[in-house]
Antibody, heavy 113, light 107 residues
Framework: QVQLQQSGAELAKPGSSVKISCKAS????????MSWIKQTTGQGLEYIGF????????NYNEKFKGKATLTVDKSSSTAFMQLSSLTPDDSAVYYC??????WGQGVMVTVSS | DIQMTQSPSLLSVSVGDRVTLNCKAS??????LAWYQEKLGEAPKLLIY???TLQTGIPSRFSGTGSGADFTLTISSLQPEDVATYFC?????????FGGGTKLELK
C-alpha cells in the first residue's frame, strides 16, 4: 500500500536550515509528483509547491520561493524539503503529499533560540 | 491565488445530527474540490474528491455536493468519531489552496 514516511521532529535555531524527508513506498516513485504543505494554527494550510520526481524540476508557491528547496533522490524513493534562514514564523507542521489522497504523517519544525 | 472560504468556522453538534458544512471558492473551480477530515496529531484524511466522489473506505454518511464555486459536505447522521476539523481544498489551479476549516464540537 502507498505510504509516505516523513522524518522526525526538528528543533532549529533562527537563521539555520533544516532538511526534512519523505520516503515513499508502495508505488513507483517517479510516476507521481510530490507536493509539500505547511500547517500552522494561525495560517491554516498553505501549499509550498511540488516537485516532478522524475525530472527533479520544482514549482513553488510565490510565498515560499527562497524559503523552501525541493529535491528528490530517485534511488531511495525519497523527497526532501530544505527550509533555510529559519524564523519563528517557519515553526509549523510540514506534510508531503502524493496527489490529494496520500499524505505523510507530518513533521513538526520548531524554530526557537 | 484562489481563495477558499469555509463556514461556519465552529459548529456545535450532537450525535445523530445532520451536519452541513460549506466551502466557497473565489472563482469557478468546476468540481476540482476535495474535503478532508483532520484529527489532532493525525494527517488529514481524504473524504471526498471531485466535489462528490466518496473516497474508498469512507462511510456513506459523508457526501459532497456542488460545482463551480459553492460546495457542501454533509454528514447525514453524526457519529462520535466524526468530531474533528474539516477543510476543503481546491486543486483546479496548480497551486492548491485550502479553506480555513470547520471545527465540530459536541454540545
Amino acid at each position: 500500500q502507498v505510504q509516505l514516511q516523513q522524518s522526525g521532529a526538528e528543533l532549529a535555531k533562527p537563521g539555520s536550515s533544516v532538511k526534512i524527508s519523505c520516503k515513499a513506498s508502495g508505488y513507483t516513485f517517479t510516476s507521481y509528483y510530490m507536493s509539500w504543505i505547511k500547517q500552522t494554527t494561525g495560517q491554516g494550510l498553505e501549499y509550498i509547491g511540488f516537485i516532478n520526481t522524475e525530472s527533479g524540476g520544482a514549482n513553488y508557491n510565490e510565498k515560499f520561493k527562497g524559503k523552501a528547496t525541493l529535491t528528490v533522490d530517485k534511488s531511495s524513493s525519497t523527497a526532501f524539503m530544505q527550509l533555510s534562514s529559519l524564523t519563528p514564523d517557519d515553526s509549523a507542521v510540514y506534510y508531503c503529499a502524493r496527489g490529494i489522497n496520500y499524505w505523510g504523517q507530518g513533521v513538526m519544525v520548531t524554530v526557537s533560540s | 491565488d484562489i481563495q477558499m472560504t469555509q463556514s461556519p468556522s465552529l459548529l456545535s453538534v450532537s450525535v445523530g445530527d445532520r451536519v452541513t458544512l460549506n466551502c466557497k471558492a473565489s472563482q469557478n473551480i468546476y468540481k476540482n474540490l476535495a474535503w478532508y477530515q483532520e484529527k489532532l496529531g493525525e494527517a488529514p484524511k481524504l473524504l471526498i474528491y471531485n466535489a462528490n466522489t466518496l473516497q474508498t473506505g469512507i462511510p456513506s454518511r459523508f457526501s459532497g455536493t456542488g460545482s463551480g464555486a459553492d460546495f457542501t459536505l454533509t454528514i447525514s447522521s453524526l457519529q462520535p468519531e466524526d468530531v474533528a476539523t474539516y477543510f476543503c481544498q481546491q486543486y483546479y489551479s496548480g497551486s492548491w489552496t485550502f479553506g480555513g476549516g470547520t471545527k465540530l464540537e459536541l454540545k
